[in-house]
């Protein structure tokens, strides 16, 4: 396959390819294979959306045997027996267990469809328009989600101005205590020219923003205001949920339950476009087909959802990115940090960032990196946290092995500045 | 699987299980099976994404083929071979032979998601916000579409006033000639109060807003006033485009060349969720990554849309449609048209409506339908049209099955009217 | 006074000064005297604010001894004696005649301001946030009341894009039949795209947009449309009330009782800055101070503006109108339309425009009267529409001089053309 | 006068006659009498708008005489001899000894209009939609102007989400550096999610949000931060302009020069309707009429503002209303704060702030002053600053009296309370 139908045929908006300029065949487990068979360990999973691997055998298996007994495909929200079984399995072996009542809501399979839904229930249930993010965040590209993404180069493409968002800092800007006494300073003041909004929208970790885990006090204590002032509360779960964090949902370890929880990428198991849009029960008063969407019933990808849930908990996925999790902490603290004053890395679970500070560096040690063999993408502000996100089952071995690749990388690219 | 595990965990937002109120599992062609054995002639076509039927073995033979041997499954904008495949299918045998020059975006995986993409690039390249839309319209459910969709169920979801949009009138409104006038008045008026939009953006046929084809002198006229100034016209074919007017692209008919096109829905070939914005070569101003998404890379539906086109060519879907339509047209106009004054059918190709005037009786005849073993969903004002959206390769002798299953419905619920 | 302080200090947007290049001095009545001692018949009008001539006696003595008197001038909404006058005239001289019953709100002095407060007053009333307005209208330059106003120049000066307002055809545009069944389609269409309105917004007698009165049918059937459907009645009456069109109220002719009616202009007497928002009773659920400014109880104006009632009542003003408009009327039929077949004649009362068509015939026939020594504005679409506006009490002989200079000037600049 | 006519005619949103419950008539200086010959000191000046007290018999005089001699009254943007003496000594004895140079527009009469056409200028100047303000401000309310106020109160009225704007913290909420940090991080971020503004709007003084005063270093960081970055630094001096402060512009103490100025209010000298928007020459791309008004042309204002230069710089009012706000600022300081460990005081020349923490409290201060014989407002957060705002040439004696009456009701209330 000659790179030039791609060039020729496929807009300039493209991004990735750009980055890893070759053109990929196979991919098993963290390895991706290219048509010149050489193999690279994948530390970028998709973007988040492959957590358990690519193409792991047991889902593998179970979409096979789906497609050939001529499973209904596609079915939009009509019943089926997928669909039964993902809800069963979401409801029995996911929600029950941490004690959280939720209703599903399938807003069609993009993570930024189902930030669209919550947005729209949440404006529905307070009558409010309003909606604060936090400075840092991603929550898609569509118009209404856009409006909530931060970063300048997304919010250029809307054409229009982006309204009804206000945007609150992160708590790593000028400290939790402050992130929080803002929030509740501008909604108390009646002078802060800042409307009541219906919901706060947060990432427990800012993944694109560059990599910020938020501490369990500030997610306690926005969950509080919240609560206090009547406005909801909903978690962007997209790209740390699914366990990527050490817990299925990215807000277990902070004892907090949010009014509505957004789910998208490895929620699909196995690439599949997927997305869930929760909420508290009360809060469903959508009339039917109020949001509704072509691709919303993809069995295919409800059979892989499923599967993806036996995994999480039969193979304790959560567990398992613990403990993998010390071991990407602890190479980066002792092997990775030292290498620069300038260098910091910062991380929870299995997603972690170095952050080198400049675009130009972080662009180098990306490069770097794919020439030996590792494949990983950049995040943050000017792009300059590389970004660490191995599938949650990678081996050992392979995971120290492409540790061992981008320190080598993030060496060599500092050695050449001097 | 008994209902209630529905009932209650989804969202009251599910729809189309409350009109066919049974649990499918499999699906083959034209027919649907649900738990309980009991079979279904499906006109409803899964909202137009399945013009191949259920699960064609070209398509999933394909797929399988594609699972079995571990080739990348998600891969957003990098380079595969499944990519370069489709791309080089629907360049030459889709574009090329009929004359179109049109750079390819993958915008992710759902038709909102296509128009949110077409929408900012019109807008980024006339550096205007606004944009037509026609009265009677569907787009989409995310904000940037939304604003564009015309029926005040889906526009009150939004919690937000929808802005940046005009809605002209239909042509089927006040006749071809004045819904010209009107949109030229405006535009030359200087106290229209109406500025000058980024785009005009049609369906050829509008499918939720009760099939109405525009002819092709509306459709030339169009064209005509967006080149005089300097406006955009987009084509959403997302629903009626993948040959389901007799033309693979829905304004072939017309002899016009939109600036941008629309595809989704059928484009996947199997249900797979998947779309399309192209737009002409000198409209592609995008930087790299200024519109994106997890899930806008799914090798699957690559493989699924390249095997669809292979179908269309070599099947001459084109041709079939055209034939299968006659019959459908035949059989409308004689067999139910007749069965009451406040009838009215229209359509082209398989995509036909029947419109009983009044909400009440539309549903009682897709209730009956149901029950009589055929699927259908109804659209337009008042929900009152009754539409046909047959598979585009259904065998002549289900087809016409299920027309008769639809005229004795049709019969039965007026007699009952008395 | 040399004109280079104001070309070196005053903004580029000055433009009156650019039709009328002197520097002006006196003025009183029908005339107004430059500093070089040149005197000019008045059929500007200050833009509509000064219905009773220049100066009139009985006014400016008013003005006079309320100012010797050091009563007090500026007095927000405090109570005070010239404020309780002008209420007591204007409920028992102006409206309770009339048998209209409205609320009085001092929204500040300019027409802008009570645009702006009808607007939020209908948008809390029926908590909806579109306002429907018509092509061709004009209501002002503040970010609220310029979405509304339709010509282009002023729209684009917003510098962001105009929202929640839906422009409707005017009567003239495609027939008074057309214009109400358009409204009543989009509204009763549940596929139009336009959401209800909180209400609707006209003049009955379009003046910026070109001079155009409505019907007494096109009145009535907007009125009952927005009775039929909940949405408010608006009139604009700030150019066109205060007895311009042979009435008070311009809409006193069709027998219509608007829920609001905004006026300024001339209702300052003086041509003091001045407005007034009026609303039935029951949509009076302003909370105190929910809509002010610094200058809505100037009493100058209010002194102005209750002699301006005497002055009408006790001058008979309307039937003065009504008697001069023939004669208006009769010499434009008579001497002007017919010295082109491109001239179109069109006005009510003292109002009236001579349509030239084009923008540069328009603007040689204005500076030719004020080479011969009449003002007058243009208006319309092109600015190509010579505005007739003088005053309400012009000498008759006054009147007939500048009608003919004016009808010499048009005479003059068409042979010009041959 | 019955107060019945106005609590029968006038609209509920009057709200300055519920907190002075009487009718006024004559004024003079600093003095106001109402209907039953009852005097009060006026420490409420017209909302800011009678710096010379009331009706100054220089100014009175020159309106007379003007009046007199049948002067043009209504001008538009025309050239008078008015307007250009006004532009004279605007220009020779306010703008050139400061070392400023200006152009001059002339917006229509009210403090909104002058800052909507400041947002027109600047976005069309920068082309960026969006704008800065700070917590706590306010100006005006009219759509445009509203969207930038902050006070819940206000924004309520609006009655559609309002855009464009973004509110800063104001430098007392968190301190100068702060504030200033804040901006500079939002701006630098590339992922703050907020856009580059036009313009930052400022007051100096905060006086509706509670009479805070800026400090010098707050002043100039934030023209710095607007300079380094290509934002336009709009200074509404509306309230504390025309000499309250102590200088001319309140901002001349910063040394700052502001890409636009505000002003209203007390620029009309005698309480006339008048406004003006200033800005550096090179910013006047306005095309003739792109903003416009009917009043912006009152010539009573013209002559009135001219004469109230006159005033300021032949009688010194700026050293004057240093020299008075002395006495005041002492006298708060010594007899008021120490009333009670919660009380507040705060201001600057002539401007200053009585917070009393409670809603309830200040309330009963209002009331218990006017029952005293002085009028005063609230104003700030909770409405719980009484603000005190005399004439700046209040004679000594009764500035005295005023403030012993103010320091007697806080002393009663407060006492009152126990």
Redesign the interface.
Known sequence: ???G??TT??????????T?????????GSL?TD?DGRTYIDFFN?????NYG??PEYI?RA??DY???????????????A???F??AF?NRILKPRGYSY????P??????AV??A??L???VTKR??VF?L???FH??????L?????????????????????M?APY??GDE?ALN?VR??LE???????KP?AIVIETVQA???VYAFSNEYLRGIEKIARDNGILLIVDD?QVGASRTGTFFSFDRAGITPDMVVL??SI?G????FAL?L?KPDL????????????RG?Q??MVAAKCGIDLTIDQQVEAGTVRRGQIVSDFLTREVAPLDDSIQVRGLGLIWGIDVAEEELAQKISRACFDKGVILERA???NAVVKLMPSLVIPDEVLVEGLGVIRDAVAEVFAARG
């Open positions: 396959m000659d790179q139908i791609f045929y496929e807009s300039e908006v493209r991004s990735y390819c750009r890893f300029p070759t053109v990929f065949t196979k991919a098993k991706l048509q998709g973007a988040g959306a492959l690519h193409n593998k979409l096979i497609l050939e007994s001529d499973n209904i495909i596609h079915a939009l929200d009509m019943y089926t027996v669909k039964g079984e809800i069963e409801e209703k599903i809501q399938f069609g399979p993009t993570g930024t469809n669209e839904a947005l729209k949440a404006r529905k328009t309003g993010a400075m840092g965040c898609g590209m569509t118009l209404g989600s409006a909530l993404t931060s970063d300048l180069g997304s919010r250029a493409g809307a054409g229009v101005p982006l309204g009804n968002v206000t945007h800092p800007m000028f402050f803002y300073t501008v003041d009646d002078h802060s020219g800042i409307d219906a694109e923003g560059g997209i998208s990428k699909g196995y690439g599949m476009p849009t909420f469903d008063i959508w009339t039917p087909g109020e949001h509704n969407g072509t691709f993809n295919l990808s943050g502000r000017k």
